[in-house]
């Protein structure tokens, strides 16, 4: 089976006006919206397109004016080497810090963006994650991260409430918010909320580590 490559196939089906040709190909852009009546940031296929490429897919659209329109993935993945179902899962590790590595404590509700924010920093930086806010003020009291990302939207306490909180530690801890938020009214509010940096979603790679790397230097630089 060595060299085989496995891939499974995901389809959605509309039956609804169709997309123009001359427009399938900037429906994953950012912002696109297809016509002005439409609801939403025009942010959702993008985020897609992020996800699946970052898990080593692709996505793609075919459409038809007049007849609709069929989204596709496709995933790869390895097949199941057991399908023993009571297999005893390993028992969850306390978290270890390392100390030749920045911490950050990723603060983020939805497991899909927390393991793409792991797919784009494990390597280079120890991540602890927080589900909710109120998890997140826990974490940081108990493990003193070096930056912090803070999703905005979030249960139990939101992120400008944990943030909020947070500061009452530490009001030196760079704390970025991450949001899909898109309104310039939006990243004026963050800015005045006691956050250090603003991170529009879906991600982007290069400028996430590079806005990391900025705050690294500038703490080293006043240690």
Same mark, same amino acid.
């Given at each position: 089976?060595?060299?085989?490559?496995?891939?499974?196939?995901?389809?959605?089906?509309?039956?609804?006006?169709?997309?123009?040709?001359?427009?399938?190909?900037?429906?994953?852009?950012?912002?696109?919206?297809?016509?002005?009546?439409?609801?939403?940031?025009?942010?959702?296929?993008?985020?897609?397109?992020?996800?699946?490429?970052?898990?080593?897919?692709? $996505?793609?659209?075919?459409?038809?004016?007049?007849?609709?329109?069929?989204?596709?993935?496709?995933?790869?993945?390895?097949?199941?080497?057991?399908?023993?179902?009571?297999?005893?899962?390993?028992?969850?590790?306390?978290?270890? $810090?390392?100390?030749?590595?920045?911490?950050?404590?990723?603060?983020?509700?939805?497991?899909?963006?927390?393991?793409?924010?792991?797919? %784009?920093?494990?390597?280079?930086?120890?991540? %602890?994650?927080?589900?909710?806010?109120?998890?997140?003020?826990?974490?940081?009291?108990?493990?003193?991260?070096? %930056?912090?990302?803070?999703?905005?939207?979030?249960?139990?306490?939101?992120?400008?409430?944990?943030?909020?909180?947070?500061?009452?530690?530490?009001?030196?801890?760079?704390? $970025?918010?991450?949001?899909?938020?898109?309104?310039?009214?939006?990243?004026?509010?963050?800015?005045?909320?006691?956050?250090?940096?603003?991170?529009?979603?879906?991600?982007?790679?290069?400028?996430?580590?590079?806005?990391?790397?900025?705050?690294?230097?500038?703490? %080293?630089?006043?240690?």
């Amino acid at each position: 089976m060595t060299g085989i490559a496995f891939h499974k196939d995901f389809y959605v089906t509309d039956t609804g006006c169709g997309i123009p040709k001359e427009k399938q190909k900037s429906v994953f852009g950012r912002f696109v919206k297809l016509n002005n009546f439409a609801q939403g940031t025009g942010l959702g296929l993008s985020i897609c397109q992020t996800l699946v490429e970052h898990m080593g897919g692709s $996505i793609g659209v075919e459409s038809e004016e007049g007849k609709g329109s069929t989204f596709w993935f496709t995933l790869p993945y390895k097949p199941a080497n057991s399908t023993d179902d009571n297999k005893k899962k390993p028992d969850i590790q306390p978290i270890t $810090i390392e100390k030749n590595k920045f911490t950050i404590l990723i603060a983020e509700d939805n497991e899909s963006n927390y393991k793409l924010f792991a797919s %784009i920093l494990k390597g280079e930086y120890q991540l %602890i994650h927080a589900w909710d806010g109120e998890e997140a003020v826990e974490m940081f009291k108990k493990y003193n991260p070096q %930056i912090i990302l803070m999703d905005i939207n979030m249960p139990v306490m939101d992120g400008y409430e944990t943030t909020r909180q947070i500061r009452k530690y530490s009001a030196k801890v760079p704390i $970025i918010a991450v949001t899909a938020f898109a309104y310039a009214s939006d990243e004026q509010k963050v800015m005045e909320s006691g956050f250090d940096g603003y991170m529009p979603k879906p991600i982007n790679a290069r400028q996430l580590k590079a806005q990391l790397t900025d705050i690294m230097q500038k703490r %080293i630089i006043l240690l």
